[in-house]
């Protein structure tokens, strides 16, 4: 069946949180990485069938890493339904500045649906994340994922969809 | 006091003089005609103010369907004369645009199927491994609109995408979404102000062409090269599209099942112009057919000239023959020979000792047409002429020639033994002619020969040559030996007769 509904949501994050390799990961079809560096975004899609049936197409808009939203990746937030929030947890400075964007984000999109990915857990070792942190962002509607193993990956998609679609 | 006046004038102490101006207003709205013109007072006020909220339209929508549907069913060809300046003219268009890409579609495969083009689509499928008729179908479209997608702007959301059958497959979504970035791109980088728009994307032998509105972007992808004025019919068609559904576009909530009705109006976009091989060329020069045709009456035209050229040369050489022919002929002056329907008229002089027009019929010889004569009488002072008529009843024989010198008829040539007998004749009864000289006149040998033989038939003679003389051999008969005498007394001096070992016999 084709859904008839779609979704627009967007990934941000600082640089090398590991955005685009968990787009890489979740979605169907993508355009090339290069548009990351020459336009500054990169549009995937990827259908999601919701636990009650109905079925999304999410339009991902992996927008180019930066401690700050640039006016050009403002425009590129326009429209979205949601967002996916993506920090590095080997580095606890991805934390703050995606904390900081968040901040940027909400008042434009008027709080829609998002949800926190802490990136890297497959490198849960070289973790700068202290376990106590962990437990808080959990709390506040993050999640833990690993784009190379894939852990978390699609659950959290799915879960901004169920958000997005109540 | 009573009960009752006691709450009256309780009533005026609490309401002192509002009573009677509460009593007003209840007598106010208790009268109907009295509320129906306080209400149409402020009615559009109240409507104006109330169109601001979604559910006035709410409200109004299904009474106003139910009037509208009940209104037609009532009237229906009121409602048919209102709307047919509207609805004809665009049937009409849609019908002819129709009609003239389906012709021109069969007329340019029809023209293309065994031209040279079609053997190279034949190898460009058979190499790219695509159906001949996708092939043929894009070299023969001057261009065509594959896609149309219809996003929404800001989010990039695709509302509503139609293609062609012969599109390539694409994720529309994400071209949408990549498009809209683009144009983000573009405009935050070399614009400061949101009025300019990025008009057109080209690659390769696409052409994206892109009509902004208030709520929706319009993008048509287009394989070839659209005419200048197609960008204002995109953009009119999305003005369209605003008309029709401006409140979804701009509350687009992802579903696109709430744009359906607007696909037909989508529809319209694809557009498509074939190739027209014959008018290819047109501007620069005329087509191959009428350069033939041209060659050919221009060939024909030529062969004509010619031939009427050759049938002049040739008319005029016979007329300038016939007329040296008929002026060589004594007694006759050819004036002129002119052309009158399918025959020649000659027209000249014509002495009436001449030949006759029967005999100049036979002088003139084979000439394919019919001759009629028109000759005056005249006097001819032709030789020949003048011989006629001194001596009407002598022909005159073919070795004869007859000149005019000093006045006087020289006759030359060698002539037959008996015409110059009856020259001499004729003269001798004449009793002569001062004017006519004779004396270069020679008798042809052969003819003498033959005449004696005959004149002395009744001997045993043989008559032969020898060099200008003839020789009489044999046996004479004393009658013969007469005539013979006398003959050669007649030709003396014209003719030499040798006697050789002749004897006269009883």
Redo the contacts between chains.
Sequence with gaps: MNA?????ICLIGDFAVGKTSLVRRFV????SDD?LTT???K???KRVRLPKGSE??L?V?DIAGHERLS??SK??L????GYVLVADGTRANTLQTALALKAQVDPLLHEPPWVGLLNKYDLEAEWEVTATQQQTLLKQGWSLSSAKTGTGVEAAFLRLAEMMLP | MSQHSEYEELQSLLLGNNKQLLQALKARIENPERRTRDVAEVLSAALHLAAQDKALRTALREPMQDAIRDSIRRNPHEIADLLYPVIFPAIRQSIEETLRAFVERIDTLIQQRFSVHALKWRVEAWRTGLPYTEVMLRHSIKYGVEHLLLI???????LKHVHSKDALKT?S??V???LT??E??VR??FSNTDKERLDRITFGQFMIHLAHGPHATLASVVRGLAPPDYLMRLKELLEDIHAAAAIQLRDFN????QLDAIEPLLQRGFEREYVKPKAKHAASRPPRSLIKRGAMVAGVLLIGIVALSTYRHFEQQGIAALGQRLDAVPGVVVENITHRGDHWVVTGLRDPYAATPEQLLESAGKVGKKITFNLHPYVSLDPEIIFKKALPDLEIPAGLKIATESGMLQLSGQVPLDWYLRLRHTLNETQGSPLLDIRNLQIDLPSAERSIQNLLAGSNVLVTRNADALLVTGNLTPDDATRLQALIGQLSGKLSIELQKTAVTP
């Design positions: 008839s509904i779609s979704k627009k169907d079809e993508a355009f548009y336009v500054g975004v549009i995937s899609t999304v197409k339009i808009w006016t050009v425009t590129y326009q429209g979205a339904s | 929404q702007n800001q989010s990039g959301l695709l994720d979504d994400a949408s979404a990549m970035a683009i983000s791109f935050d980088s992802g579903d696109t099942r």
